[in-house]
């Protein structure tokens, strides 16, 4: 079965950074459009990033551009996303998912704060 499992999370001041890890499995992970979204506390869940299956095309939202990257490594069926200059508002609960998969890992959690 399809299975994602978010690591990498957690305390962090603000301006730091943080790598986030996800390995996944159970579908054609090399095939497969990967996306980070995150969920702040009482807010939407938002779309950080998208990269395409061989990592040619990476796309972000306006509020990471030029703050995140979206890499990944398809012999480990993983997928990351480096955080630089990490803001409180970046607080929240992250999450990658397969484009065009209805499948969610339990997340990572990232707090942002001094």
């Known amino acids: 079965q399809v299975q994602l499992v978010e690591s990498g999370g957690g305390l962090v001041q603000p301006g730091g950074s943080l790598r986030l890890s996800c390995a996944a499995s159970?579908?054609?992970?090399?095939?497969?459009?990967m996306n980070w979204f995150r969920q702040a506390p009482g807010k939407e869940r938002e779309l950080v990033a998208t990269i395409t299956s061989t990592g040619g095309s990476r796309t972000y939202g306006d509020s990471v551009k030029g703050r995140f990257t979206i890499s990944r490594d398809n012999a480990k069926n993983t997928v990351y996303l480096q955080m630089n200059s990490l803001k409180p508002e970046d607080t929240a609960v992250y999450y990658c998912?397969?484009?065009?998969?209805?499948?969610w890992g339990q997340g990572t959690q990232v707090t942002v704060s001094s």
């Open positions: 159970g579908f054609a992970f090399s095939s497969a459009r």
């Open positions: 998912k397969a484009a065009t998969l209805q499948y």
